[in-house]
């Protein structure tokens, strides 16, 4: 059973810090997606990959957040500087098709004190 | 241009009654559309999608959609509601041309009573 994998699942950091997280797409899989998740703005997706090029980052804070495919075996979503208000949930998703259906990561929980 | 709307943050209820979730969108081109079920602690994982087959779409858990052109809807529904399906639901939208992503509903968080 094919499965998107993300760590790590839960990361506590103090503002200030650098922060990684780690995806491991569906094999096969061409599209990768990265969203937020808050209570307050719901699911915001923050960047988009095909065939490991960013096609849309319009969502990410350019100043402090970078998203990078180095294989097609990893994407990688970087904060740095943290903040606080970056407190969130963040899925990585993956599919074949931009349009057709994604596949969910469990999410890693981000907490910055 | 795609957007999505869910009315209703919260549905409640009763253990063995209908489970109604609304989505209505819009789209410029014939759309796909999904609703995806998130538990908790959970990513999201699909339920159910409409690619212009059957009009009626059934899903995992019981849960089915009915595509409505003329109302530009998707609702969710199963005839009877249990325990286990409380969870949050999102509906989202895609156009099938070009290589538009999903846009995503603000969510629908079901609650059930015994």
């Known amino acids: 059973d094919a499965r998107v994998t993300q760590t790590p699942r839960h990361k506590v950091t103090e503002m200030g810090q650098e922060v990684t997280m780690r995806c491991q797409p569906i094999?096969?899989?061409?599209?990768v997606f990265w969203y937020r998740q808050t209570m307050m703005q719901g699911l915001e997706l923050l960047a988009y990959f095909r065939n490991r090029a960013p096609l849309d980052d319009s969502g990410m804070p350019k100043d402090r957040f970078s998203a990078e495919m180095p294989d097609a075996t990893l994407a990688t979503l970087k904060i740095q500087p943290s903040e606080p208000r970056d407190s969130a949930v963040y899925f990585c998703a993956s599919g074949l098709l931009a349009a057709d259906t994604q596949y969910f990561g469990p999410g890693t929980r981000l907490t910055v004190l | 241009a795609q957007s999505v709307t869910q009315l209703g943050s919260h549905v409640s209820v009763s253990e063995g009654a209908l489970v109604l979730l609304r989505c209505n969108y819009s789209s410029s081109v014939p759309p796909y559309l999904f609703w995806y079920v998130q538990y908790p602690n959970q990513g999201l994982q699909l339920l159910l999608k409409y690619t212009s087959a059957a009009t009626l779409v059934k899903g995992i858990n019981g849960f089915e959609a009915e595509f409505k052109k003329s109302e530009t809807s998707f609702h969710l529904t199963k005839p009877s509601a249990h325990m286990s399906d409380a969870a949050e639901y999102f509906c989202a939208v895609s156009e099938k041309s070009g290589s538009y992503i999903p846009t995503f509903g603000r969510g629908t968080s079901l609650i059930v009573h015994p």
């Open positions: 094999l096969g899989h061409n599209t």
